[in-house]
């Protein structure tokens, strides 16, 4: 099957996937056992509010029904109102998200550019000393639990050597003197394009730490991803017969091996950006870092199913258009691909 | 049932056998340190109310007089916001986190692997269906799919497992479906069939314990990362309620006095770190030996 | 013949390939209207090239394939309306024995499971009168109790085999398709295996149906022989008679490049030309054809239809139609 016809099964396939999400967070929604009615209006409403709440959520109607409401709804990017703060959850999303996306890009960023390279050297000589030692750091990198990595590198370059700030995006003084004009909701962008130099300095010295320990997960899972998959190169046949020609090693690396691994970092930055959105939640809520991991997890406190339920959608599906996108290119690069 | 499971782990712990345990550990030291943490950690839980110094308050009696007492003789790790000896906290711990992360990977297999098996055998628009279903788990992040049941299912270990398991499953029935799929072909599930044997007998009796090994083996290294997705959503706050002396748990409410009571947080964390690590060395040197393409190139 | 055990009629059996999202689906002809009956307690024997249909055809006899088209009488019984369940009862009486001994047995099961299998799976046996059965069939293929406890891998070729021959004479079956039972066997095991059956067909008054390539070894086990070429046959008629008196070129071609136990007697070697041609795309008219050295104008234009030659021959060629006997 050619490559067109690999894209639009592949689509196919996504909307089936995005339907079959879709439906999941539905039953999911329909599992809590607190009526949602009474959760929006409060404990101390009366039973005719709760009623009229009811009818207002289409509560009262039968479940088909509420799943083509609800279907509606997304397709309107209306997620709903949060049970909590009674705002709209759709601009609250809009409003966190910036902050967590300036967090995934880095890390998937500094995922790649040091993961990859970590991965290429280690597979050069398997199993020589820095092979060893590099596989305990990545090792330890995938064991380490986020937010306790978090937790220490606060002890560390907080409390212990002031240098660098314990939360937030921005210090309290540039929030106050300073201000940041937003324009795309990255500090980092910002800041630069306005010409705000101290809030530059301030948001680059508070991105630092939550940044880097979202890094590490995806660092060494790339780094470890990319041992495996060089290996499996390197040990082919036509890397044997470019040895035995004489070319030089570096070369061989570089070019030949590193070309065919090159599709396969495709699937890598989706990787690291699947795992750093993950993490971000747990990064985030140490760091008081106003994006949706803290937004959502501020929902887990009080229980605010709507925010949850909506997070996990957005989330969700970012994450299948993230494949399709990689998968798409991929089949635009290599005539190869097949469907399994 | 029960010659059935004998099969299938006779069948592991002959593939094991033919590594030659010692000389496995001589050649991979970093692995027989693995086993080692491995093997206190499961020693630690499963005899914690021996072990433990205070058992009562590992089991989370507070004692408030003995609020935050830094780490001592007396107290190997500190005590905690309740009085609490954390060392005693720690191996109670233990059998929360080692409990949790294999009953994950085990309900994942038991659900993942069958269906991928049937997925396999029949082909189709079984196939297909079950394929599907794969991608729409597959699609959650894990960890956000498991906040959001278990959200809704209150805060228990059954309900993390589920909601963990819930994300998990996909990955064993993605592995088994070829393996099935290869297997189907095979001239013993033909000799099975010709003696009126129906697909679903065939299936439990020749398919899934011919394809259970490297599926099983894959799984066991999957462990130290559900110990930490499990750590992850006990951090959150959606754990096992207190008393219980849940690690996640544990480092989440020793946040709050992480500069001035650092041992509250710092031990249950590095139990976390410590555990996932072992399991996660052991995997990688499991994966090594069983991987054609490295093993050879030892030595 | 009156009472055939097996009556096969105008079976065909066609092999779809490619699938919903590969695109082209693809029919490959496996087997060609293929009719022929066997008679209870004989050997049957079928002979022809790989590729030729004779595999499919002991699977579609077990229904391990459906045929397309076609009708199986199998005593007495309609065999392929047969619904699933009922189907599942009636296996008893029909058995397959197949080439690869190590690959017919699932390697994680002990001798003893695996003979036990069938009995298990459709008798209510169980405990003691289980195993005695089981020890019952290893002693009547030969092989000692105590092998119960060994795994296909521990056993040699012949071993192997007669477990898989004891498996399949558990039930007490009728008829047995024996799918190149010797070819992956060391020459020597191979002469013990076909005595074996030879004797078990005598105590048990069982029908084979003994498919291989092998001509000697056919012929010396067979009463009937039935020559196929890419899913049909070609020839048929008792064993003994067919080597003297073989009509169609390709039975020719292949029985002078078998070995003669008689030295000196004559036999012109034919060597046929080229190769199989693939069943997705067969030849016009007589599938021979491409390969055929006494090939003439017709042979390309029209298939030649299996025709009585004398009463208990049949050949499908167009020269046997004319009335010529092509000479060996």
């Known amino acids: 099957m050619n490559r067109f016809q690999y894209i639009l099964r592949r689509l196919i396939l996504s909307v089936i996937v995005l339907f079959g999400v879709v439906t999941i967070t539905f039953v999911v929604a329909r599992l809590i056992p607190s009526d949602p009615a009474r959760m929006m209006v409060g404990p101390r409403a009366k039973a005719e509010q709760v009623a009229r709440m009811r009818e207002e959520m289409g509560l009262d109607r039968p479940l088909h029904e509420q799943f083509i409401q609800y279907v509606g709804s997304l397709l309107r990017f209306d997620f709903g109102v949060s049970f909590s703060n009674r705002l709209e959850i759709s601009t609250q999303l809009k409003q966190f998200l910036p902050a967590t996306l300036e967090l995934v890009f880095i890390s998937v960023f500094l995922a790649v550019i040091i993961g990859i390279p970590l991965g290429v050297i280690t597979s050069a000589r398997p199993n020589s000393w820095l092979d060893q030692i590099i596989r305990v750091v990545t090792i330890s990198g995938v064991s380490v639990p986020t937010f306790f990595l978090a937790l220490i590198l606060q002890i560390i370059f907080f409390q212990q050597l002031g240098w660098l700030p314990l939360a937030g995006r921005l210090s309290r003084d540039i929030v106050l003197y300073n201000p940041v004009e937003v324009q795309t909701g990255f500090y980092l962008i910002d800041t630069l394009i306005t010409g705000n130099w101290p809030a530059f300095g301030s948001a680059l010295v508070h991105v630092i730490l939550p940044a880097l320990t979202l890094a590490v997960y995806p660092i060494s899972l790339v780094a470890r991803v990319t041992r495996a998959s060089m290996l499996e190169v390197l040990s082919e046949n036509f890397i044997r017969s470019a040895r035995a020609s004489g070319l030089p090693e570096w070369m061989i690396l570089s070019q030949l091996a590193l070309k065919n691994a090159v599709s396969p970092a495709l699937t890598l930055v989706a990787l690291s950006a699947a795992y750093s959105i993950t993490g971000a939640f747990l990064v985030e809520t140490v760091f008081v870092w106003p994006g949706i991991g803290q937004f959502a997890f501020t929902a887990v406190e009080s229980v605010d199913f709507p925010v949850i339920l909506a997070i996990t959608l957005v989330v969700t599906i970012s994450y299948i258009l993230i494949n399709l996108l990689v998968d798409v290119i991929q089949a635009m690069l290599d005539p190869r691909v097949t469907l399994d | ?299 | 013949m009156d009472k055939p055990l097996i009556r096969i009629k105008n079976l065909t059996v066609d092999y779809a390939s490619g699938g919903f999202l590969k695109g082209v689906t693809r029919n490959v002809r496996a087997l060609n209207n293929v009719s022929l009956d066997i008679a209870p307690g004989i050997t049957f024997g079928v002979v022809g090239e790989s590729g030729c249909g004779k595999t499919t055809l002991g699977r579609a006899l077990l229904r391990l394939v459906e045929p397309t088209e076609g009708e199986i009488v199998f005593d007495g019984q309609d065999w392929l309306s047969m619904n699933q369940k009922t189907l599942r009862g009636k296996r008893r009486d029909m058995q397959i024995i197949f080439q690869n001994p190590t690959s017919s047995l699932d390697p994680r099961m002990k001798t003893f499971g695996l003979i036990a299998e069938p009995l298990r799976a459709q008798t209510d046996l169980r405990g003691e009168p289980l195993k005695a059965r089981v020890a019952e069939l290893l002693i009547m293929v030969d092989l000692q109790e105590d092998q119960m406890d060994r795994r296909p891998r521990e056993l040699s070729g012949g071993q192997a085999q007669r477990v898989a021959i004891a498996r399949s004479l558990a039930l007490s079956p009728k008829f047995l398709v024996l799918d190149e039972p010797t070819s992956s066997l060391d020459v020597s095991v191979q002469a013990q295996i076909i005595n074996l059956l030879i004797r078990l067909q005598k105590e048990k008054g069982l029908t084979y149906l003994f498919i291989s390539h092998d001509l000697p070894v056919v012929q010396y086990i067979s009463q009937w022989l039935a020559v196929m070429y890419l899913g049909e046959i070609v020839e048929l008629s008792p064993s003994d008679f067919i080597f003297r008196n073989a009509l169609h070129p390709y039975t020719q071609a292949l029985l002078s490049a078998t070995p003669q136990p008689v030295p000196g007697s004559k036999r012109k070697r034919i060597v046929l030309e080229g190769n199989v041609p693939s069943p997705a795309n067969p030849p016009s008219g007589c599938t021979f054809h491409t390969r055929c050295p006494l090939v003439f104008e017709r042979c390309p234009k029209e298939k030649p239809k299996l025709v009585q030659v004398s009463e208990e021959h049949w050949a499908a060629c167009h020269l046997v139609g004319e009335g010529q006997f092509p000479s060996s």
């Open chain 2, 1 to 299: 049932m029960a010659s059935i499971g004998k099969r299938w782990f006779g069948d592991i712990a002959g593939k094991l056998e033919g590594k030659k345990p010692l000389k496995f550990f001589r050649r991979d030291p970093l692995a027989a340190i693995a086993v080692l943490i491995i093997l206190a950690v499961f020693i630690g839980a499963i005899f914690a109310p021996m072990i433990a110094p205070y058992p009562d308050q590992g089991a989370g009696i507070p004692v408030i007089a003995n609020k935050f007492k830094p780490p001592s003789r007396e107290f190997l790790m500190g005590t905690d916001y309740l009085g609490r000896d954390i060392f005693s906290r720690i191996l109670y711990g233990a059998r929360i986190s080692l409990a949790m992360g294999v009953s994950i990977v085990a309900l994942g297999l038991i659900i993942g692997l069958p269906l991928g098996a049937i997925a396999g055998y029949f082909g189709g628009w079984t196939d297909e269906f079950i394929m599907r279903l794969t991608d729409v788990f597959l699609a959650f992040p894990p960890l956000l799919l498991a906040i959001a049941v278990s959200l809704s299912l209150g805060r228990s270990f059954t309900s993390n497992l589920i909601a963990i398991s819930v994300t998990w499953w996909p990955w064993y029935t993605r592995m088994a479906r070829p393996l099935a799929l290869s297997i189907r072909e095979r001239q013993y599930i033909d000799a099975a069939k010709s003696m009126g044997i129906n697909d679903w007998v065939i299936i439990i009796r020749h398919v899934i314990p011919n394809i259970a090994g490297p599926v099983l083996v894959e799984a066991t290294t999957e462990i130290g990362l559900a110990i930490l997705t499990a750590a992850g959503l006990s951090f959150i706050g959606l754990g096992m309620p207190p008393p219980a002396a849940d690690w996640g748990e544990m480092v989440a409410s020793g946040r709050l006095y992480i500069f001035q009571q650092w041992w509250f947080a710092t031990f249950p964390g590095l139990a976390i770190l410590l555990t996932a690590l072992a399991f996660n060395l052991l995997g990688d040197s499991v994966h090594e030996h069983t991987n054609p393409y490295t093993s050879g190139k030892r030595e």
